[in-house]
């Protein structure tokens, strides 16, 4: 199967409003408000690129924007991506998660959060390490769940070990897979035919946390769960909407 790499480039809406939570040039975030927005929770979406600075929030605009027209309010903050210090992009993720819900009025007061790929990896490690009340559910899509496997697979080209700039058995601390298990419900949706994160890392994350919710995708590789236009998308709405119900 070739990946259709489309959803990288593709545009969306501009958002309706830009954000800020720290004096950083990364510390930012997009807004754009879904009609539905003040009923549900706020959907704040984490970009991937495993942790490479080359790889930023642009290429979440069409999913944040067909997100938005599907009648959520959506925030998609980007962080900092520094190769070999890890804690840039961990402190950022915790320092959106608290300010940012604060500058938004349309919500219903709770959080969804969701992730793609080494966003996943970030979404499910502050399932954990920044769980507060807000907090409703995570959503995580081709998550590099598991640093070790990934480190062993040499996924990304290496990427955990740039990401760490050690190794992931030194840094449990940022390791989903080596934290406690989340009190907040968790979903997975992953592409059966996924070569870029394979299908074996979420399932070890979910043999590891039973409660986890894996939906294996046919026929799906590792975009389409970010992609508006495949046959994944359908299968997002729902696992966003069951963990807003819950």
């Not at 080494?118 to 959503?139: E, F, M, N, R, S």
Request: hydrophobic share 45%.
């Amino acid at each position: 199967m070739t990946e259709d790499l489309s959803i990288l480039t593709r545009k969306g809406t501009p958002p309706d409003h830009n954000l800020i939570y720290g004096s950083h040039a990364d510390q930012v975030a997009d807004i754009r408000y879904g009609s539905d927005g003040a009923l549900r929770p706020l959907v704040m979406l984490i970009h991937g690129g495993f942790w490479k600075p080359e790889y930023d929030r642009q290429h979440t605009e069409a999913m944040s924007s067909a997100l938005a027209a599907e009648g959520w309010t959506v925030i998609t903050p980007e962080y900092r991506r520094i190769p070999g210090n890890p804690d840039a992009s961990l402190e950022d993720i915790a320092s959106a998660i608290e300010m940012l819900p604060h500058q938004v009025a349309r919500h219903n007061g709770k959080i969804l959060l969701a992730g793609h790929s080494a966003g996943g990896h970030l979404v499910l490690w502050a399932a954990v390490k920044c769980a507060t009340p807000a907090l409703a559910g995570v959503l995580a899509l081709a998550p590099a769940a598991d640093l070790r496997m990934a480190h062993d697979l040499k996924l990304g080209d290496g990427a955990v070990l740039k990401f760490l700039g050690k190794n992931p058995a030194e840094r449990p601390d940022a390791d989903p897979m080596q934290l406690p298990a989340p009190a907040v419900p968790v979903t997975v949706l992953q592409g059966s035919l996924d070569k870029v994160v394979p299908p074996v890392v979420p399932e070890a994350y979910r043999k590891a946390f039973p409660k986890t919710q894996l939906v294996l995708l046919p026929d799906a590789g590792h975009f389409a769960v970010i992609d508006p236009q495949s046959n994944a998308w359908p299968a997002v709405l729902l696992a966003l909407r069951g963990l807003s119900e819950l």
